[in-house]
């Protein structure tokens, strides 16, 4: 059996006969070490460091509670929304329902219903409110083009010319909108800069419709608009 060289205690207060002695204190024998099993290793580490371990799995443990918590509330709350949703629809409640919703995507849409109905009623102001309301709280969906485009409109209608065209500019500029919502503010710049004489915007913005790869229908528009207009 091997053992490591031994520890000589160098202690002025120790006799110099006793300085030979060996601490052999924590001395493991190195072929007894080699022996150790993985398991036996694993169980080792297990009792040195378990206090460490539990509490590393307690913590997860509550991380995915919590978690899976916050789903299944979060599903709950959309579930009661969509409900409050049909409801608002059913008892045409539904400009109350954006107004006190106007921070969630379902309140904006709900905000987009009445600007279209408003819209097509001619109550412009109306439109335009709740336009604004659906574009802030759709600001990050898909249909926050079409919420641009009906403030656009309404403001076209009540008189706000300059504000309208500024509005369109905006729109088909921001490549973060729909590709169709840009398309249709397009045109309508377009048609605007032909009746204006001004033939490079009218080109831009021409082009831009040309180049997108699914605005067909405002693409078949220019087509129409052209051969009535030359």
């Given at each position: 059996m091997n053992r490591p060289q031994k520890n000589k205690i160098s202690n002025p207060?120790?006799?110099?006969?006793q300085q030979n002695l060996v601490d052999e204190r924590n001395l493991v024998d190195v072929q007894e070490s080699e022996e150790i099993s993985v398991e036996d290793r694993i169980n080792i580490y297990?009792?040195?460091?378990k206090s460490f371990i539990s509490c590393c799995i307690f913590v997860l443990a509550l991380v995915i509670i919590g978690f899976n918590g916050m789903r299944m509330y979060q599903g709950h709350a959309e579930s009661k929304l969509q409900i409050a949703y049909a409801e608002a629809m059913a008892n045409e409640t539904i400009a109350d329902f954006a107004q006190a919703n106007s921070n969630k995507d379902l309140g904006g849409l709900a905000a987009l219903v009445v600007a279209d109905q408003a819209y097509s009623a001619k109550e412009f102001e109306k439109a335009l409110n709740f336009y604004g309301i659906a574009a802030d709280a759709l600001a990050t969906n898909f249909l926050a083009g079409r919420s641009l485009l009906g403030q656009a409109f309404a403001n076209f209608y009540m008189g706000n010319e300059e504000t309208a065209l500024a509005q369109l500019a905006d729109i088909a500029a921001n490549s973060m909108l729909a590709e169709v919502a840009r398309a249709e503010a397009a045109y309508h710049l377009a048609v605007e800069a032909d009746l204006a004489d001004r033939r490079e915007e009218y080109d831009r913005y021409i082009a831009q419709i040309q180049a997108s790869p699914i605005a067909t229908q405002w693409q078949q528009r220019v087509a129409i608009y052209e051969q009535?207009?030359?």
């Open positions: 207060t120790i006799p110099e006969e297990w009792m040195e460091n009535q207009a030359r």
